[in-house]
């Protein structure tokens, strides 16, 4: 059987610990990447280990290729330049480049946007990916969950990315 290879990547300094956190919470037999921007990389100060960490700059890693056969990819947190430039067909980074290869290898691409409110041009870029079959799942709680803090909130969100992933789990309450 193939082992899953999920990249999680952040973008924007805000926020990075959540995207941290899901990539610390996928089971250990899926092949986890992680892809972080200079911003984030500024705020992150945490040791990474069993993740295989590619530095945004490095448009040439496997990761930003489609024989690579990565099998989703989850930018979380995803500032709005590189929600914009992912729209826009930018890729100028390593970020940008492997949404742009999930794009045409039409594999699972889920956006975490992390400012609000939305600017009309976010939401326009927004729309526009996912029409094209992007899933935009920013970190938005719900109150069914019965979070008593931010732990507990952050597990809701990762739990719903999980899911939208196939990813089984239980971090969090489900509605009964």
């Not at 919470?25 to 705020?43: C, D, G, Q, T, Y």
């Not at 590619?54 to 995803?78: K, R, T, Y």
Request: aromatic content about 6%.
């Amino acid at each position: 059987m193939k082992k899953r290879k999920i990249i999680i990547a952040s973008s924007g300094a805000s926020g990075v610990n959540l995207g941290l956190k899901a990539l610390h919470l996928l089971p250990k037999e899926i092949e986890r990447h992680f892809i972080i921007s200079n911003n984030a990389e500024v705020v992150l100060q945490k040791e990474l280990k069993d993740i295989t960490l590619h530095q945004n700059e490095d448009i040439s890693a496997a990761v930003a290729s489609g024989s690579f056969g990565a099998d989703a990819m989850l930018i979380a947190p995803c500032s709005m330049n590189t929600l914009a430039k992912i729209a826009c067909g930018i890729a100028d980074n390593l970020i940008t480049r492997t949404a742009a290869v999930m794009i045409k290898e039409q594999k699972k691409l889920i956006l975490a946007p992390r400012e609000m409110p939305f600017s009309a041009i976010a939401l326009e870029n927004m729309h526009k990916l996912a029409s094209l079959g992007i899933i935009i799942a920013p970190p938005v709680m719900a109150y069914y969950s019965d979070q008593e803090d931010l732990d507990t909130m952050e597990n809701f969100i990762i739990g719903k990315w999980f899911d939208l992933l196939a990813i089984e789990n239980d971090l969090y309450k489900r509605w009964k």
